[in-house]
């Protein structure tokens, strides 16, 4: 069961049998789930919608445990304490007494059908892909600094996002001094996903489609601005050398958020505005060459 915005990351999974999708329907999902008689709940969201949830059925539950006190001393004082396990990790330790999972790859299913639309738009040369936004502006990578990235390296370049991202991309796209395959707001998820998964390398934020590169198996280069790579949120690669993630060290003041911020809390967003862009073209240099 997820959001209906992203059944699709689930049900094209040919490991899932059904996928019950929450949109506000409490009166037409728990009658249903309750028809099913399901013994166990694995709860990997523990909120109140899915608390909600496990009251009604009265299964047996496995839910995920979360470091609410801990992120928040994090992220709100800045407290320098130890790393949080990666999310994929704590997921797993959620049904450790149920089921056993050792090195297992992330999994991405991509349809023939986005695969052969996918197609039709990408270039046929190797190309370096770029997620041009986020869900939180304190994770997008300025405009600036991508146009800089994408005059240093050599080859091909194709920008993604989503219709939130049109306008920044354009201005991208504008500004420069090489052509690029400009397919924001083109692609569906699973299209993009192929996208990712045919290019040569990812330079995304904290974002999705870093974890669906992992999950595809492409190359990342990272860059975590407001957030942090120690609240346990970094692409879950088999190989580690397969991403870089990068940030700007020199703050006291990240990581300040642990999903994003719409705007940056001390009005100066340095974490992201003060990257090297040549470290960041040095790193992609580093999977392209």
């Known amino acids: 069961m997820c959001k209906k915005a992203y059944s699709s990351l689930v049900a094209n999974n040919p490991k899932v049998d059904r996928v019950w999708e929450f949109d506000d329907n409490f009166s037409i999902l728990i009658p249903q789930l309750k028809a099913e008689g399901f013994i166990y709940i694995i709860d990997l969201h523990n909120n109140y919608r899915s608390n909600k949830i496990k009251k009604a059925l009265n ?6 445990s979360k470091s609410r ?8 004082w800045r407290l320098d304490l130890s790393p949080e396990k990666h999310i994929v990790d704590r997921f797993l330790d959620t049904i450790e007494d149920i089921v056993t999972i050792e090195n297992t790859p992330l999994e991405f299913y991509i349809p023939d059908r986005d695969i052969e639309n996918a197609k039709k738009l990408l270039p046929t040369e190797s190309y370096v892909a770029i997620a041009v ?3 939180f502006h304190t994770k997008q990578i300025p405009e600036d600094t991508i146009i ?3 005059d240093e390296i050599q080859g091909t370049v194709v920008l993604l996002g989503g219709i939130g991202d049109v306008e920044k991309s354009k201005i991208i796209e504008i500004r420069s001094d090489r052509k690029v395959y400009n397919l924001t707001a083109q692609l569906s998820i699973e299209e993009s996903a192929y996208a990712v998964q045919q290019s040569r390398m990812l330079l995304t934020g904290d974002t999705g489609l870093m974890h669906i590169a992992a999950a595809v198996g492409t190359k990342v280069v990272a860059i975590f601005g407001s957030t942090h790579p120690k609240l346990g949120y970094t692409p879950y690669m088999q190989n580690d050398s397969d991403a870089i993630v990068m940030g700007n060290q020199d703050l006291s003041c990240r990581p300040c958020t642990k999903q994003g911020n719409h705007s940056c809390p001390k009005g100066h967003f340095r974490c992201m505005l003060e990257l090297d862009t040549d470290d960041i073209v040095d ?7």
Request: glycine share 4%; hydrophobic share 50%.
């Open 59 to 64: 299964a047996k539950s496995y839910t995920l």
């Open 283 to 289: 790193n992609i240099n580093r999977f392209i060459d």
């Open 133 to 135: 936004g986020a869900a």
């Open 148 to 150: 800089d990235v994408i």
């Open 69 to 76: 006190i801990k992120l928040y001393l994090m992220t709100r």
